[in-house]
């Protein structure tokens, strides 16, 4: 008799025939063994307010966050970002520049349709439908708030290692600590 060689990966689903009752039994491997539990997420999410404001994620309830074209952005959305993440909605690109409101991530990762619409100012001709470069999430209204502009963050010690306020950061999306979230939204939110 050969043997067998170790199976890779979880078991398939199997029928199995239960002799003594004549009933097929669905053996169903757990999924979900691999899967652990961590703690919520925080995130800065930049938009331009002309694309996407605060005040349209208020109005529509929720958007999908579309254009994003920086590797490493694409990353935080289609590896790290799950349901329930805080998200920071920052104005970018404007008069003044700042975080306006509250978000959090309503979706899993999937690709962004823009890359295959030629008309879309985020076309991607390199993406194809079966192998997409490019991913998004979904985001949800929680709150709007006054604006806390650029230069109000800098004046804080407990901010002074926000990515966002590294010189020469130019990522549109950048995770943010639970302190600097408990204390942007705990002290300069009120």
Partial sequence: MPTQRPRRGPPKKAVVF???TAFFLFRIPD???HVTTRARQYWL????????????????G?????????????????????????????HSSCP?????????VCSAPYPDPTQFDAK????????????????LVDVRFVKKTPLIALP???????LADMVVLRRGNRLSITPV?????RFITGKLMK
């Avoid at 100012?121 to 470069?133: G, H, L, M, N, V």
């Avoid at 109000?152 to 407990?158: K, V």
């Fill in 18 to 20: 239960h002799e003594t």
């Fill in 31 to 33: 999924v979900t063994a």
């Fill in 45 to 60: 999410m930049k938009s331009e307010p002309d694309e996407a404001s605060i005040d349209d994620l208020a109005a529509k």
């Fill in 62 to 90: 929720t958007l999908p966050w579309t254009g994003v074209r920086n590797y490493q952005a694409r990353n935080f959305m289609r590896d790290q970002m799950r349901l329930g993440d805080g998200v920071l909605f920052y």
């Fill in 96 to 104: 003044e520049p700042g975080i306006a409101g509250l978000a959090e």
């Fill in 120 to 135: 879309s100012d985020y076309y991607d001709k390199a993406s194809k439908q079966e192998d997409p470069r490019w991913s």
């Fill in 152 to 158: 109000a963050l800098r004046e804080y010690d407990a």
């Fill in 177 to 181: 600590t639970p302190a600097e979230w």
